[in-house]
């Protein structure tokens, strides 16, 4: 039964194959036809059998192989047109020229990352030595604790790691699903070193690190990623850079052209390039760097408004450290970097303090972070205790406008407003630029009474500090005390669109419900939060 349904369907599929309607114009030519065909048939008759049971399965097959062949011609075709429309809409993705996978800076990228005062070529003021006349005596002697240094090593990075294993398809084919915190350079900063937002590997990868036309791109500065996978077992550094996981804390560093991290400082550490190149800007102790620290400048806002007008006592150490170099940053050194092309990195940084005055910042920072949950009591005695610190270190570093600010602001803490307004004023005359220290002021101002000097000083803040989303929250905040309210609004409006946030936007609801206005959230996204993973 099945054979007969099996053999029906064949012939009807070759009679539908193969039928042709015909058309008859001579009744007596057709019939002489039919037994001329008959009496061929009565001839050959062995032939005839054979042919009729060959024919419709050679016709099968082959048109079955036509067909196949043209459906995979035309999806081939279908993916040459969409990889060609996908070069030509994303040449950065294709047309850049890489290193390991990783991709070269534009030649645009390159031109502005390495450009020094006034289009000049980029002084370089940090020593480079070669690993192999370093001995761990003669780094201790002339470097360690003391001044910054590059390391060279004659086989790059292979000499101190595996390279190919740094490169995006290992890591994907490896850790692509493994988490990563990433973030904007000031963002890293104000959360003590970590990235706000986690994304997986392959999502940073092939979505995040392409994002970089516009703005600041974001940066994996992750804390944890990098001791959970083999790669420390690939370090094989000189003596003087040995790691102790009990002792260190590793970082993981991987971005784009453009971002990086803003200035920060901490303990004593070194920071290896596997791929790509990074620029480094570095204040000593003394100096704080000009636009401050903390509420400060994302790296290339810093890099944009500020680097170019600086005087030469103003003027950073800097220099670029290229793939395979290993940099050398002593305790307490401000600094900030921004990578020119992809760069992959690792850094490895002391988690307690050498000298005193990294040892005093610390204590005052554990200060800080307990006073959160301190009754007003609490708090003042607190901030007692943190005074004496900031006046110990105030008398080791008297230009550091970072202590001023902390200082005046500790006073305020206390109560006294009027040594509050004196540090603060001292902080901001020592550094124009530092948004923080102004905003500071301004709020100090207000407090004591002095309305319009406290509002020309927020107008200092947003003038020196445009893109900084802080200047227009305390801006706002002091027009919403003010019952200015659609003022209030206006100012909160601009800052959500830097950076949407629930605080933000309940602010603007705040200060609409009480000037009678009515919003609609807007879908407003902020470039660090474009991962969507």
């Known amino acids: ?193 970590n990235g706000d937002i986690e994304a997986s590997l392959t999502s940073f990868v092939d979505f995040v690190m392409q994002d970089d036309e516009q703005g600041e791109p974001a940066y994996v500065f992750d ?117 020119i092309g992809d760069t992959i990195a690792i850094g490895i940084q002391k988690k307690k303090s050498a000298l005193q005055l990294e040892d005093l910042f610390f204590q005052s920072a554990e200060l800080e972070m307990k006073r959160a949950d301190d009754t007003d009591a609490t708090l003042a005695e607190r901030s007692k205790e943190a005074i004496k610190i900031y006046l110990q270190l105030a008398e080791m570093v008297p230009q550091n406008t970072e202590i001023r600010t902390k200082l005046g602001s500790a006073y305020l803490r206390t109560g006294d407003l009027d040594k509050a307004i004196e540090q603060t004023e001292l902080a901001v005359q020592l550094d124009p630029l530092y948004a923080f220290a102004i905003i500071n002021l301004a709020g100090m101002y207000a407090t004591r009474g002095e309305f319009d000097r406290a509002e020309a000083v927020y107008e200092r803040a947003i003038e020196v500090a445009p893109s900084m989303w802080e200047t227009y929250l305390a801006y706002g905040d002091y027009l919403l005390k003010r019952r200015r309210y659609s003022e209030s609004v206006s100012l909160f409006q601009q800052a959500y669109q830097m950076k949407p946030q629930d605080m933000l936007w309940q602010r603007i609801q705040q200060a609409a419900q009480y000037a009678g206005l009515v919003f609609t959230r807007p879908s407003i996204r902020h470039r660090s939060r474009r991962v969507g993973f």
């Open 223 to 339: 804390r944890r990623f990098y001791n959970q996978t083999e790669l420390p077992r690939t370090l094989h550094m000189p003596e003087y850079f040995v790691v102790n996981e009990t002792l260190e804390d590793n970082i993981f560093f991987l971005g784009s052209s453009k971002s990086g991290v803003s200035f920060h400082k901490h303990p004593e550490a070194w920071n290896g390039v596997v791929y790509g190149r990074k620029r480094w800007f570095m204040y000593p102790p003394d100096k704080t760097p000009p636009g401050g620290v903390w509420l400060s400048y994302g790296t290339l806002e810093w890099y944009n408004r500020i680097y170019p007008h600086l005087k030469e006592a103003d003027r950073p150490i800097e220099c670029i450290q290229e793939a395979g170099e290993v940099i050398y940053v002593p305790e307490s050194y401000y600094h900030s970097v921004v990578n």
């Open 1 to 193: 039964m099945k054979e007969s349904q099996r053999d029906n369907s064949r012939t009807t599929r070759d009679d539908d194959l193969s039928s042709e309607p015909e058309v008859s114009f001579d009744i007596n030519r057709n019939e002489e036809q039919k037994k001329k065909k008959k009496k061929a048939s009565v001839q050959s008759k062995p032939r005839a059998v054979k042919a009729v049971k060959e024919e419709p399965v050679i016709d099968y097959y082959l048109v079955r192989a036509v067909l196949n062949t043209l459906w995979w011609s035309l999806l081939l075709l279908g993916v040459l047109l969409v990889a060609e429309q996908t070069r030509h809409s994303s040449p950065q993705l294709n047309d850049t020229p890489t290193i390991g996978g990783w991709r070269l800076a534009r030649p645009e990228d390159a031109a502005m990352l390495e450009a020094g005062y006034n289009g000049s070529r980029l002084p370089c003021n940090v020593e480079r030595v070669n690993a192999e006349d370093l001995t761990a005596a003669e780094f201790n002697k002339r470097y360690r604790l003391k001044k910054p240094v590059i390391v060279r090593f004659r086989d790059g990075a292979r000499s101190w790691t595996e390279p190919e294993k740094w490169t995006p398809e290992w890591l994907k084919n490896a850790y692509g699903q493994w988490k990563m915190l990433i973030g904007i350079s000031s963002d890293i900063v104000k959360r003590g070193g």
